[in-house]
C-alpha cells in the first residue's frame, strides 16, 4: 500500500514540475529571448502609421481601388483571416480552379488595361498555401504599376522604382524567389503624395 502511494505522489510532484518549467518557465525565457533579440519580430512585425497600427509585414491584406497595389487572392476566410489561414486544397484538376483562374485572370486584365490574351503571374490569380502571404512577385507589381501611377497622379517610372526599392531578393541569396512587400509600398506611396510628378 505504500509502495502504491508513493508512487503516485512521485507521479503528481513529476507533473507539478515539469508543468511549471514547461508551463511557465520555458515559454517565458523563450519570450524574453525574443523581444530581447528580435524585438519588432516578437511582436508580430506591427506596422504603425500616425500612432495606430495598421497592419504586420508578415501578413498580407486586401486593397480595393486602383490606387493601390493588389495582394495575391487569399484562401483564408473572407481573406487574409489568420483563424482561417489554410489553402483552397483544390488540385490542378480541379473544374473550381480552374473557373477561378480564369476569371481571375479576366479581372485583372480589365483592371489593369491589359489586352485579352496577356500572361497573367501566377500569383495573381492563385492564392498561396498559407492563404496569407504579404508578398507578390516583381512581376506581378510591375504590371500593376501604371494603374497605380495614373490613379494617384504620378510617373510611372517613379511608381516603378519604388516597386524596386520595396523588391526583396532571395534569402540567403539562393532561397525563395524575389519578393515585393505590398502593404510596405502602398504605405510608401501613401506617404509620398504626388512626389513623383
Not at 500500500?1 to 514547461?22: D, H, P, R, V, Y
Request: aromatic share 6%; with cysteine.
Amino acid at each position: 500500500m505504500k509502495t502504491w502511494i508513493a508512487e503516485i505522489k512521485t507521479s503528481l510532484l513529476a507533473t507539478a514540475a515539469l508543468a511549471i518549467l514547461l508551463c511557465g518557465v520555458y515559454p517565458l525565457a523563450v519570450s524574453l529571448a525574443g523581444r530581447g533579440l528580435f524585438p519588432g519580430r516578437a511582436d508580430g512585425s506591427l506596422l504603425v502609421r500616425g500612432g495606430q497600427v495598421v497592419g504586420s509585414s508578415l501578413i498580407g491584406r486586401s486593397f480595393e481601388g486602383p490606387r493601390y497595389f493588389h495582394s495575391r487572392p487569399s484562401a483564408a476566410g473572407a481573406g487574409y483571416d489568420g483563424a482561417a489561414s489554410g489553402g483552397t486544397n483544390l488540385g490542378p484538376l480541379s473544374k473550381a480552379l480552374s473557373e477561378a483562374v480564369f476569371r481571375r485572370a479576366a479581372e485583372y486584365r480589365a483592371e489593369n488595361g491589359l489586352p485579352a490574351g496577356t500572361l497573367i503571374p501566377a500569383d495573381a490569380v492563385t492564392s498561396s498555401a498559407s492563404g496569407l502571404d504579404p508578398h507578390i512577385s516583381p512581376a506581378n507589381a510591375g504590371m500593376q504599376a501604371a494603374r497605380v501611377a495614373r490613379a494617384r497622379g504620378l510617373e510611372e517610372s517613379f511608381v516603378r522604382a519604388r516597386v524596386m526599392a520595396f523588391t526583396q531578393g532571395r534569402d540567403l541569396g539562393v532561397l525563395g524567389e524575389p519578393r515585393v512587400n505590398v502593404l510596405l509600398l502602398n504605405l510608401d506611396l501613401d506617404g509620398k503624395g504626388n512626389a513623383g510628378r
